[in-house]
Each structure stands twice: as structure tokens, then as C-alpha cells.
């Protein structure tokens, strides 16, 4: 099976998938990928 992951708004992605969906507006500060951890 076919996995595919993309950050929200595909932030990052090329302007072809971007533009291809009306509506998306990626915003690093919103969109960014957080990671925390902890040992």
C-alpha cells in the first residue's frame, strides 16, 4: 500500500501541489513540524 505524508497546507512542497487546491495557505509559523523529546 501507498504511503504519502506532506505537511499541513503542504508547506514546503513544490508550487505544483500547492497550486492545484484552491483554498491552501501554508504559514511556516503554523504549519512547521515540533519534535520534543525527552530522554
Do not use: K
Not at 3 to 26: C, E, Q, T, W
Amino acid at each position: 500500500a501507498l504511503m504519502v505524508m506532506s505537511y499541513p497546507h503542504f508547506l514546503y512542497a513544490d508550487s505544483v501541489y500547492r497550486n492545484g487546491v484552491i483554498g491552501l495557505v501554508p504559514n511556516e509559523e503554523s504549519h512547521r513540524l515540533f519534535v520534543d523529546l525527552e530522554p
